[in-house]
């Protein structure tokens, strides 16, 4: 009878501490102390820092290495603006280099889009992009943007 007594309050101090937990948990995390009035500001000052760090961000593609590729093919679209991209092997094959090709403010893409460097143009790299394949494997790829030439 002991041992069963004994059990019992292990199993009761547990789901207390579970539950404790959670609480504790889900109110660190979970409220927000910020009023309306922040929210708004809040938002005014996320959409300056995007515009910055687009801005950065193009001119980090301008001064970076030239890419030689002239046509590419998406085969995975990540977001609006981004895909994973083939480029065109010695034999004329999409099966080339896999790119990360980051595209002007509401580009849109789609699987099997083929995209075609015009003369007035060059492809730009800035860094690398990490990814997980459908099979597990990790991935590195260079980042690409399309730039005009000016």
């Avoid at 409220?31 to 000052?45: G, K, L, M």
């Avoid at 609006?80 to 403010?105: C, R, S, T």
């Avoid at 003369?119 to 590195?140: D, E, F, H, I, L």
Wanted: proline share 1%.
């Amino acid at each position: 009878m002991k041992k069963w007594l004994v059990y019992l309050c292990g199993v009761i101090t547990g789901v207390i501490l579970v539950l404790s937990f959670q609480y504790l948990n889900s109110y660190n995390f979970g409220n927000s102390s910020t009023d309306q009035t922040d929210a708004a500001e809040d938002s005014v000052d996320y959409s300056e820092r995007y515009a910055l760090e687009r801005e950065r961000e193009e001119m980090l593609f301008k001064t970076g290495d030239i890419v030689n590729e002239k046509s590419f093919k998406v085969f995975d679209v990540l977001m609006d603006h981004q895909a994973l991209v083939y480029g065109k092997d010695e034999y004329g094959f999409y099966n080339g280099i896999v790119y990360l090709l980051i595209g002007e403010e509401g580009a849109t893409f789609y699987d099997d889009q083929i995209i075609k460097v015009e003369k007035n143009q060059s492809v730009r790299m800035n860094g690398t992009y990490r990814y997980v394949t459908t099979n597990g494997n990790q991935k590195t790829v260079p980042r690409i943007k399309i730039l005009n030439s000016q």
